[in-house]
């Protein structure tokens, strides 16, 4: 079982930038994925950003690239997501995940770009962009 802790969240404005913190209660090594997933109320949970096992390999979403950088540190146990030029559009709520495949000694970083296959999931951080 894998707890994840976020923090880092806040308001800024339009331009800005954050930084995104997650903890993890256990040692996340290379045979976990880990990601950031954003909801806004009334629409569906999706994908930010997600990175491979051994932190080498990364995804992002269209509207993020360029703009946002993943990155963990496994002895840490930490994610992070540094969000730089910010856009009111950007406004969520910031969910960390992180999922394992059983018997698997590597899960890449598509694998935690599904939602479904996400097995833990954080309490969520909300980030404000204002114009």
């Known amino acids: 079982q894998v707890q994840l802790v976020e923090s880092g969240g806040g308001s800024v404005q339009s331009g800005g930038s954050l930084t995104l913190s997650c903890a993890a209660s256990?040692?996340?090594?290379?045979?976990?994925?880990m990601g950031w997933f954003r909801q806004i109320p009334g629409k569906e949970r999706e994908a930010v950003a997600s990175?491979?096992?051994?932190?080498?390999?990364?995804t992002y979403a269209d509207s993020v690239k360029g703009r946002f950088t993943i990155s963990r540190h496994n002895a840490k146990k930490a994610l992070y997501l540094q969000m730089n030029s910010l856009k009111p559009d950007d406004t969520a709520m910031y969910y960390c995940?992180?999922?394992?495949?059983?018997?698997?000694?590597?899960?890449?970083?598509?694998?935690?770009?599904?939602?479904?296959?996400?097995?833990?999931w954080g309490q969520g951080t909300q980030v404000t962009v204002s114009s």
């Open positions: 256990t040692y996340t090594g290379r045979n976990v994925c």
């Open positions: 995940a992180a999922a394992s495949m059983p018997g698997a000694w590597y899960v890449s970083a598509d694998y935690c770009r599904q939602k479904a296959l996400i097995v833990y």
């Open positions: 990175i491979g096992g051994d932190g080498l390999i990364t």
